[in-house]
Structure formats: structure tokens, C-alpha cells
DNA sequence: GCAGTTGTTTTGAATGATTCAAAACAACCA
DNA sequence: TGGTTGTTTTGAATCATTCAAAACAACTGC
């Protein structure tokens, strides 16, 4: 599904200090979503769940959802919502970058800005219409689907 | 929400036509349904029943909704899902036109090719994904809105 | 260090969009 | 015009997500 990266994970100070520095309370649940979060990026809220209970088990999943909505409210997290697919989040925040998702195994991966620097798409015609935000998604094949899918 | 065009309403024959060539049988609900997408673009399901019961009452939802699967499956109408709204259907196909979505009135309206023509992204860095379309939506405040916050 | 306040999590239930399934029905072909 | 096949109706289920009240825990100030 989420492919599984090699970043550093954060440092327990690390992930308090975002948290409190975005005006929240630091409780374990929260820590727990952003680790989960820096180790699968792109997960959903039930992945989520099951990353947290494992450290962290009797949290409910209704938490990881109102700990999801509360760091995206701050700004710690960003929600994307592929069409077909329950919503997925990430701790890579700030920059303007986007999405592809694979139409085989539903993996998602980041993709940076297409032209230039953020915001890197104006339409061409916006009769009069104010842009706050560009989102783009990339549909179409990982490179490990198409090498399955040639086999 | 949705804007009404001004656009030429399609003929009876010209609906039978399309659908028939598209494979499908021509019902009454599948015509009422493309003669409301044609008034009104991007409309949701709920709007289109709406619609559609407007002049063919009896018709249920659940018909809506697979006739617009069938349409959309048919490559006749386009279903569009900006995320965290229940999914839009526009028969504007073929060309690759994107979005812009109103945060205030949810309106949404077409967006021709931002850069060239289509497919008019491309990934800077795909890691090998092979793209096979890109969906892009630009969220703001249509003009009307704008008006409106200014007052 | 400890109590109060405020915000968070738990528990349990509800919601909304969408889909599934079986039976009644209608379009199209011969 | 009848048969076949695909479509619509009817009724119910599903999934992701949200709501609400009560139990609880983090932070503030003492």
C-alpha cells in the first residue's frame, strides 16, 4: 500500500516540541500519530490506528482521527484525499508538492512541484477567480506495478 | 453551488445518439440525466436526482447513481471529487480540463489546460512512475464570493 | 510538587455518500 | 412481437468519518 521510507525518524523531544510550538497539548497519542506519520507517510486513518495501537494500544480510533484533524488544523500535517480513497496524511507540509498515485497497488508518492517553484500552476483563464492553493494529482503506474504488470 | 449555463440545451436525438454509441441502452432515466448534467455542469448525484425527478418522477436515486456509473464508465460523463465534497459529474470529456473550487459558495467552475495544451504536466521527478493522467484543482474564491467578502 | 482549568481521549452512537442484491421491468434484436 | 439481456426499483448494507457526553490528562500558577 504505503511504501515504507528510510527517513530518520524524529527524536521524542523533536515531536513535542512541533506539537506544543503549533499551540497543542503534548499527549501520547498525538506523538504517537506523528511518528507513525514520519515512518509511513501517506497513510490513512486506519493505518494510522494500527501503527499507534501498536506502541500505544487502548487508543481508540476515533482519537487518531480527532489527533489527525487537530495537527491538520495546525498545520503539522497535510491531508490529501485521492478521488476513490479515504483520506491520507503527511507530515511534509509548507512546500507546494504533489501527489501520484499508483492505480495498482494504491501507493502514493510525493512529486515535486511540476514547473518552477510554488505556486507552480496558474490557469490560464481564472475569470476572475482568486487561486489560494494548486493541488495536482498524478494518476498512472509505480515503477514496481508496470514491472509486475510487463511480467 | 452550481452555476447555470447558458449553453444550447442538447436535443433528444442528439442524448439518444451519444448513448447509443456509447453501447448502453437508451432508458429515460440515462437521457434525463445527460439532459441535466447539460444544464448543469457539476452537479452531485443529489442535484441530478433532483433534476431528474423534476420531469421523470418515480425515478430513484440509486438510479442516479448507476447511470452516472454507467456514463462514466462509458466515458460519456466525467466524474470529478474535490475533496471533501460528495463527488461532481460534468459531460464536458475528452479534452483534459481541470478545476477550480469555490471555498466559499462550493461552486465549481472549468479551468482550461494551465500550461500548453494536454497533458499540460508533467512530473519533474517521477522515479519511474508512468503517468497516465493529471488532475489538477485550484481551490479559491470565485468572483462572486470575492464581491461578497469585500462588502 | 500539587490542584484547578482547559483541552483531549474514550466510549458509544449517528451521519452521509455510496454500493450491493434480488426481483420487477423495459430496450433492443431477430 | 416475443426473448434475451441489461436496467431500474426497492430495500438494506457498507464504509469513512463525525458527533456528544463523560472520564481523563496536560499545563498553569501556586
Redesign the interface.
Known amino acids: 500500500m504505503t511504501g515504507h521510507t528510510l527517513a530518520r525518524l524524529p527524536e521524542q523531544a523533536e515531536l513535542d516540541g512541533a506539537i506544543r510550538a503549533a499551540g497543542l497539548k503534548v499527549t501520547s497519542p498525538r506523538v504517537a500519530v506523528m511518528r507513525a506519520l514520519a515512518d509511513l507517510p501517506h497513510s490513512g486513518a486506519e493505518s494510522v490506528f494500527a501503527a499507534v495501537r501498536h506502541d500505544l494500544p487502548g487508543t481508540s480510533l476515533q482519537a487518531v482521527y480527532g489527533v489527525l484533524a487537530a495537527l491538520t488544523e495546525a498545520g503539522l500535517v497535510r491531508?490529501?484525499?485521492p478521488?476513490?480513497f479515504p483520506?491520507r496524511f503527511e507530515r511534509r507540509v509548507g512546500d507546494n508538492h504533489?501527489h501520484?498515485v499508483?492505480?495498482g497497488c494504491h501507493s502514493v508518492?510525493d512529486?515535486?512541484?511540476?514547473?518552477g517553484e510554488a505556486p507552480c500552476?496558474?490557469?490560464?483563464?481564472?475569470?476572475?477567480?482568486?487561486?489560494?492553493?494548486?493541488?495536482?494529482?498524478?494518476?498512472?503506474?509505480?515503477?514496481a506495478c508496470?514491472a509486475e504488470a510487463a511480467a
Open positions: 491531508r490529501i484525499e478521488a476513490g483520506a504533489h501520484a499508483c492505480s508518492q512529486i515535486d512541484c511540476a514547473i500552476l496558474l490557469p490560464s483563464d481564472d475569470s476572475g477567480f482568486a487561486v489560494h492553493s494548486a493541488e495536482v494529482t498524478f494518476w498512472g503506474l509505480c515503477a508496470q
